[in-house]
C-alpha cells in the first residue's frame, strides 16, 4: 500500500474570509462562519465553499478540517466533499450526539472550516 501524507505550515492572519493563502499548485483558506446554513434534513447543515479565488483550471483535490469552541470534535461529514469544482464545493455536516440543526446552528458560529485544493 502507498500512502500519500501532506503537512501544510500556514501563517493565517486575523482577518477571516474565503481568500487564497498558498502560491502554485494549492490554495487554501479559512471560510467565514456565516457561510453555514441549514439543510432540508433536521440533523445536519451544510457550507458552500467558495474557492474561485484560487482560479483553478480544473476541480482540484480538497481537503477539509474544522476548529471551534463547542462542538467541533463532535462532527462527521466534515471531510465529505460534494459537488466539487474548479470554484468550490459543499460539505454536509451533523453531530454524533444527535444535535438537531437549531443546535447545530448556535454551535457552527464559533466554527471555522479550513480547506486547501490541491491542482492535480
Known sequence: MNFLVLVFFVTISTTISDRNIFSGGACGGISPVTRWMRTERNDSIRMNVDTSSCQFENPPLYFTSITGGVGHYLLTGINAIYEATNYGFIINVRSID?????????????WKLQWVGLQS
Open 98 to 110: 444527535g444535535a438537531n440543526a437549531n443546535t447545530l446552528m448556535e454551535r457552527s458560529a464559533q
